[in-house]
């Protein structure tokens, strides 16, 4: 089946640094990949669509300036938490979408997920 | 509006115990897919079953069963025989197919632990 790798897997950075997550579709390609945010014990909430080749489309409330999305290809999607702080850690997955044989509709592919700890 | 409502936040059982955890949906498409997860301690999301809006089919594998019900727009998961490993956190997802992007709506999860 199709696989979705993130790296890092964990990170441990300070308060004030970058931190770029990337998110790779390693057998097919994604034109849609799809980042989530996920606090303790809560559901996954959608941060950005991102389509390759354009702009992210961020979801209300988050900051596309502190989150920065870039789709270059169709295998690779990357975030970049800008200016980390404590309470910017969390788990963060990505994934990957990918148009079901037949056409009608759509898989999605879940990465392994990021831990982001910001001291 | 909540698109994917889990209402058990945490269920204990005891091992052997049989548990069916809920999921009500809404949506206003014709074509959609309902999806279940599991979200071991690991973090990692372990897909259980993908199930489209035409097959309303009860799903058996192995000790798990679904239950779609289109007329009360629940997509229930049942573990049989539950057992120790079963305990983790299960999400229950909608996809509407001709959203673009085909963004998930995830519910809130339910906390399932099983106690030896």
């Known amino acids: 089946g199709a696989v979705v790798s993130q790296h890092p897997s964990r990170v441990i950075c300070k308060s004030g640094t970058s931190v770029k997550i990337e998110c790779r579709s390693l057998d097919f390609q994604a034109t849609t990949m799809f980042w989530y945010r996920q606090f303790p014990k809560k559901s996954l909430m959608l941060m950005a669509t991102?389509?390759?080749?354009?702009?992210?489309?961020?979801e209300q409330g988050v900051e596309k300036d502190k989150f920065l999305i870039n789709h270059a290809s169709l295998t690779l999607s990357t975030l970049t938490v800008t200016s980390a702080h404590p309470e910017d850690s969390s788990f963060y997955i990505c994934s990957a979408s990918s148009r079901l044989r037949g056409g009608v509709g759509y898989e999605q592919y879940f990465g392994p997920g990021t831990r982001l700890t910001v001291t | 509006a909540q698109k994917v409502t889990q209402a058990q936040t945490e269920i204990s059982v005891v091992e052997k115990e049989d548990v069916t955890l809920d999921c009500v949906y809404e949506t206003r498409d014709t074509t959609y897919y309902l999806f279940w997860y599991k979200q071991p301690p690991s973090g990692e999301l372990v897909f259980l079953i993908r199930r489209n809006s035409f097959d309303e089919q009860n799903e058996i594998s192995g000790r798990y069963s679904w239950n779609f019900q289109k007329s009360t727009s629940s997509f229930n998961f049942t573990i049989t025989a539950s057992q120790v490993v079963d305990s983790a956190v299960y999400f229950c997802?909608?996809?509407?197919?001709?959203?673009?992007?085909?963004?998930?709506?995830f519910g809130t999860g339910t906390s399932l632990t099983v106690i030896p």
């Open positions: 997802a909608l996809s509407e197919a001709w959203n673009t992007g085909n963004q998930f709506y």
């Open positions: 991102s389509n390759e080749g354009s702009k992210a489309t961020y």
